[in-house]
């Protein structure tokens, strides 16, 4: 079992719909939950950052994190063209350990 | 501020060859990670540097990929013999320091063509 599994894609939705992404995750030493957005051609930059469980809200981005499940998502309201992108989930642990582990990905087309 | 640099963008070599990717940090940035983009697939952690000491190479190949960062600043990772499973973007993020709370800034990648 992968530690971070996140489902491909693609995902196509009309513009102004809600959409909702998902990360399952195996390993409990996880503590930090990211989002990050992903252009085409371009790097990774950090779109939501939440520690441990909860909800974490930034305009029209949501973040939840479920850890008795090992579960987080990331919805976003009023979807706009200029979301269209890739999603990476990305996790880390506690204490010495830095690593940044990432989902695959989710490809997102917004269509006007 | 000035983002994380990277060069060059595009690289297409042929196997066995060997190939060499540059990366500036952001001003001040401490800490350096490359990490390794396949074609649908999320980065992974390939090296990262404290200053100019390595703090985790586990899931480097160190029989044909080597990294430096000399001076605590900027850094090159080379792949010497290229292998065709090794084409992928190349990224390069900075972060103030090593500490859990500090955002990773990426740069905009070099995709890496092995025919």
């Known amino acids: 079992q992968k530690e971070v599994e996140q489902d491909p894609g693609p995902l196509s939705v009309p513009e102004g719909a809600i959409v909702s992404l998902n990360c399952t995750y195996s390993?409990?030493?996880?503590?930090?939950f990211m989002w990050y957005r992903q252009y085409s051609r371009k790097g990774p930059e950090l779109l939501m950052y939440?520690?441990?469980?909860g909800n974490k809200e930034d305009g029209r981005f949501t973040a939840q994190v479920d850890k008795s499940s090992k579960y987080i998502s990331l919805f976003i309201r009023d979807s706009q063209p200029s979301d269209s992108a890739t999603y990476l989930c990305a996790m880390k642990g506690g204490g010495s350990n830095y690593k940044l582990t990432f989902g695959k990905g989710t490809l997102l087309t917004v269509n006007p | 501020e000035a983002g994380v640099a990277q060069s060059p963008r595009y690289k297409i070599i042929e196997k066995r060859q060997s190939v060499a990717f540059w990366c500036n940090p952001i001003s001040g940035h401490a800490t350096l990670y490359w990490y390794q983009q396949i074609l649908g697939q999320g980065p992974k952690l390939l090296i990262q540097?404290?200053?100019?000491?390595?703090?985790?190479d586990s899931q480097l190949p160190k029989d044909r990929f080597s990294a430096e960062r000399l001076k605590g600043v900027d850094s090159t990772l080379k792949i010497q013999p290229a292998k065709l499973e090794d084409s992928a973007v190349y990224l390069c993020a900075s972060s103030l320091d090593t500490m859990l709370l500090y955002e990773q800034y990426f740069g905009p990648g070099t995709r890496l063509t092995v025919t």
């Open positions: 540097f404290q200053n100019n000491g390595v703090v985790d």
């Open positions: 390993n409990s030493a996880f503590q930090y």
């Open positions: 939440t520690y441990s469980s």
